[in-house]
């Protein structure tokens, strides 16, 4: 008798993971899908990256690495904020986890109890719904539509707010939607968390370099959040490392310090080989982060530009990560060969299995209207893709 959990029982699974496997198994069977799935730089990692990984082998980095991270990657941490952020952290402030996805995950069980709220702008990052589901916390959606630039408002914040709340989870730039929060509304979201000292921020901000409107803020620089704030980073986007699985938090010591004791029941220490992949990634060379930036900037244009030539579909022009999320609405209702397309799920599906492009449903973004294409990927592709949506969507009638 299958007796799983009713907490894991009420996960919905990861659908950019569920597509980019959908996608992987078509190419298996020798159908040239184009996957814009999943998000994740198609850059190899730098060289004096992967030299330093190889490195770390030969050296016999093989031992269990210190629970919280290396001395010398805890360091890099530090000097990486001081640098980009001027944000000052001790040592003792960072965790190193397991990937971006598991700092937040750590930062969440060590946040929320069960009943706790945590205010999530939709569109989400769809891991963030499900991660508090699993503390059994109670997500609040807050919707920030195609109309507002996918940003919240500080009056929508504070309408969000209650007694129970507990923390408000950031992401910016963001994914799906590919906004950016400048200073001044980040300032004035923080002057509604000021009523409320209790609120935590979790700052996921995961796609920093990619930013194609200038500098990156962080509500962590305002000094009356910083010790109310928790940065989520890591290395995966910036420096094309995802299969490393390293990302790291920042915040207050007493919260590091939980995310210790219980990553030490969990998992211990991330990889040491990757870890010192990362040490390699921070302190070295940083042109590689501009120079991706740039390639991202250039595919942003063509898709952008090419999504527009689509009739009744809109998009917003991302200021910063990887992905666009047109509202293609305007086709539900629509059919193929007597299949009517409802939902993004209906079309996401029609659009791998007629036209082989894979994207991800708006619905697992909390945001039904639209779809989610990652540009991460080589110009050739995206402009086939482009042309292929294009003729699936023109299809339906
Ligand atoms: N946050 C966001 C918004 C993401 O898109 C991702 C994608 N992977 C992550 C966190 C997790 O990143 P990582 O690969 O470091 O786990
Ligand atoms: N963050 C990426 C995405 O949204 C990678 C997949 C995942 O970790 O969920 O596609």
Same mark, same amino acid.
């Given at each position: 008798?299958?007796?799983?959990?009713?907490?894991?029982?009420?996960?919905?699974?990861?659908?950019?993971?569920?597509?980019?496997?959908?996608?992987?198994?078509?190419?298996?069977?020798?159908?040239?899908?184009?996957?814009?799935?999943?998000?994740? %730089?198609?850059?190899?990692? %730098?060289?004096?990256?992967?030299?330093?990984?190889?490195?770390?082998?030969?050296?016999?980095?093989?031992?269990? %690495? %210190?629970?919280?991270?290396?001395?010398?990657?805890? #360091?890099?941490?530090?000097?990486?904020?001081?640098?980009?952020?001027?944000?000052?952290?001790?040592?003792?402030?960072?965790?190193?986890?397991?990937?971006?996805?598991?700092?937040?995950?750590?930062?969440?069980?060590?946040?929320?109890?069960?009943? &706790?709220?945590?205010?999530?702008?939709?569109?989400?990052?769809?891991?963030?719904?499900?991660?508090?589901?699993?503390?059994?916390?109670?997500?609040?959606?807050?919707? *920030?539509?195609?109309?507002?630039?996918?940003?919240?408002?500080?009056?929508?914040?504070?309408?969000?707010?209650?007694?129970?709340?507990?923390?408000?989870?950031?992401?910016?730039?963001?994914?799906?939607?590919?906004?950016?929060?400048?200073?001044?509304?980040?300032?004035?979201?923080?002057?509604?968390?000021?009523?409320?000292?209790?609120? @935590?921020?979790?700052? &996921?901000?995961?796609?920093?370099?990619?930013?194609?409107?200038?500098?990156?803020?962080?509500?962590? +620089?305002?000094?009356?959040?910083?010790?109310?704030?928790?940065?989520?980073?890591? $290395?995966?986007?910036?420096?094309? @490392?995802?299969? !490393?699985?390293?990302? !790291?938090?920042? =915040?207050?010591?007493?919260?590091? #310090?939980?995310?210790?004791?219980?990553?030490?029941?969990?998992?211990? =220490? *991330?990889?040491?080989?990757?870890?010192?992949?990362?040490?390699?990634?921070?302190?070295?060379?940083?042109?590689?982060?501009?120079? @991706?930036?740039?390639?991202?900037?250039?595919?942003?244009?063509?898709? $952008?530009?090419?999504?527009?030539?689509?009739?009744?579909? +809109?998009?917003?022009?991302?200021?910063?990560?990887?992905?666009?999320?047109?509202?293609?609405?305007?086709?539900?209702?629509?059919?193929?060969?007597?299949?009517?397309?409802?939902?993004?799920? &209906?079309?996401?599906?029609?659009?791998?299995?007629?036209?082989?492009?894979?994207? $991800?449903? =708006?619905?697992?973004? =909390?945001?039904?209207?639209?779809?989610?294409?990652?540009?991460?990927?080589?110009?050739?592709?995206?402009?086939?893709? @482009?042309?292929?949506?294009?003729?699936?969507?023109?299809?339906?009638?």
């Amino acid at each position: 008798m299958e007796s799983i959990s009713k907490r894991v029982n009420s996960l919905s699974p990861s659908a950019t993971v569920a597509m980019n496997q959908k996608s992987r198994d078509l190419q298996a069977k020798g159908i040239n899908v184009i996957n814009l799935s999943v998000g994740e %730089p198609d850059f190899f990692t %730098p060289d004096h990256i992967k030299d330093a990984a190889k490195k770390a082998i030969d050296d016999n980095f093989s031992f269990y %690495p %210190p629970v919280p991270g290396f001395p010398d990657l805890l #360091k890099a941490v530090t000097e990486k904020f001081k640098r980009e952020n001027n944000l000052e952290y001790t040592t003792q402030q960072i965790i190193v986890s397991s990937g971006a996805k598991h700092s937040l995950v750590n930062a969440i069980i060590c946040l929320v109890d069960p009943g &706790d709220e945590v205010i999530i702008p939709a569109p989400y990052w769809v891991s963030y719904l499900e991660q508090v589901k699993l503390c059994e916390g109670t997500p609040v959606v807050i919707e *920030a539509k195609h109309e507002a630039n996918f940003k919240i408002t500080p009056k929508q914040l504070e309408e969000a707010i209650t007694p129970k709340t507990k923390a408000l989870l950031l992401c910016s730039p963001s994914n799906p939607s590919g906004s950016v929060y400048s200073r001044a509304e980040l300032r004035a979201l923080a002057d509604v968390l000021a009523k409320h000292p209790r609120i @935590m921020v979790i700052s &996921d901000e995961i796609y920093e370099h990619i930013n194609f409107i200038g500098g990156h803020e962080t509500i962590a +620089q305002f000094a009356d959040m910083k010790e109310r704030t928790v940065v989520i980073n890591g $290395v995966s986007k910036a420096y094309a @490392m995802t299969g !490393y699985r390293i990302g !790291y938090m920042a =915040g207050p010591a007493w919260l590091a #310090k939980a995310c210790d004791k219980l990553q030490g029941q969990m998992t211990t =220490g *991330a990889t040491t080989i990757a870890q010192k992949a990362a040490v390699a990634a921070l302190t070295g060379d940083q042109s590689c982060v501009s120079e @991706m930036s740039k390639a991202f900037k250039r595919r942003k244009e063509l898709v $952008v530009k090419m999504v527009r030539e689509i009739p009744d579909v +809109q998009v917003y022009d991302p200021d910063g990560a990887f992905y666009v999320f047109p509202k293609v609405n305007a086709y539900y209702g629509k059919s193929f060969n007597g299949t009517v397309i409802n939902t993004s799920n &209906d079309l996401c599906l029609y659009l791998l299995e007629h036209a082989h492009i894979a994207m $991800v449903p =708006g619905e697992a973004f =909390g945001d039904p209207d639209c779809v989610r294409i990652s540009f991460a990927t080589a110009d050739e592709k995206l402009v086939e893709a @482009m042309k292929r949506m294009k003729d699936a969507l023109i299809a339906l009638k």
